[in-house]
Antibody, heavy 122, light 111 residues
Framework: QITLKESGPTLVNPTQTLTLTCTFS??????????VGWIRQPPGKALEWLAL???????AYSPSLKSRLTITKDTSRNQVVLTMTNMDPVDTATYYC??????????????WGQGTLVTVSS | QSVLTQPPSVSGAPGQRVTMSCTGS?????????VHWYQQLPGTAPKLLIY???KRPSGVPDRFSGSKSDTSASLAITGLQAEDEATYYC???????????FGGGTKLTVL
């Protein structure tokens, strides 16, 4: 059974850096084909893909946010970490991590975490 | 404005069949990239419903089906049930933007 869970601050000040951790079980980022992605959803709005990392340590970022995002993995801890710099109130959203399946460009998100709401406000 | 366009809402009575569309362009669905569908019940995380245009993950009822043609895709739900009331999102890949893209979502109301 694959489970994922996001953790991190619920409130961030504008201009600060957000660090979110995805802790998972039932999958390993040392296994060929496996990957983890981050997706966010502002309140009442649609989903937006942010970043993903795979077992080879290949990384992909949303071009519109690439300069602000960094994704890394810690295979010994079964964790993926996403950092987003220079946070702004428009970044207020529920942030999800999800297990990525499929090949590049044809991939999809199989199992999702419960999400964590991050509010950006002073 | 989402790269993939979905109608904001659809509705149907219990037992009926409903369909919802996901319209893209030549740089995403029309370029041959797969379309995937997710169901998001109120207050919960999205759940994978259809992958690879028309494949159902284990546990998803066969009342749900997906199709794709040219630059668009569709999700059909037959035998509509009250528990199907949710927001449905399509997802694909856009090669001009180099990004995984989601539609704006369609809210299904069961009358």
């Amino acid at each position: 059974q694959i489970t994922l869970k996001e953790s991190g601050p619920t409130l961030v000040n504008p201009t600060q850096t957000l660090t979110l951790t995805c802790t998972f079980s039932g999958l390993s980022l040392t296994t060929s084909g496996e990957g983890v992605g981050w997706i966010r959803q502002p309140p009442g709005k649609a989903l937006e893909w942010l970043a993903l990392i795979n077992w080879k340590d290949d990384k992909a970022y949303s071009p519109s946010l690439k300069s602000r995002l960094t994704i890394t993995k810690d295979t010994s801890r079964n964790q993926v970490v996403l950092t987003m710099t220079n946070m702004d109130p428009v970044d207020t959203a529920t942030y999800y991590c999800a297990n990525r399946k499929g090949s590049y460009g044809y991939d999809y998100f199989d199992y999702w975490g419960q999400g964590t709401l991050v509010t950006v406000s002073s | 404005q989402s790269v993939l366009t979905q109608p904001p809402s659809v509705s149907g009575a219990p037992g009926q069949r409903v369909t919802m569309s996901c319209t893209g362009s030549s740089s995403n669905i029309g370029a041959g990239y797969d379309v995937h569908w997710y169901q998001q019940l109120p207050g919960t995380a999205p759940k994978l419903l259809i992958y690879g245009n028309n494949k159902r993950p284990s546990g998803v009822p066969d009342r749900f089906s997906g199709s794709k043609s040219d630059t668009s895709a569709s999700l059909a739900i037959t035998g509509l049930q009250a528990e199907d009331e949710a927001t449905y999102y399509c997802q694909s890949y856009d090669n001009s933007l180099s990004v995984r893209v989601f539609g704006g979502g369609t809210k299904l109301t069961v009358l």
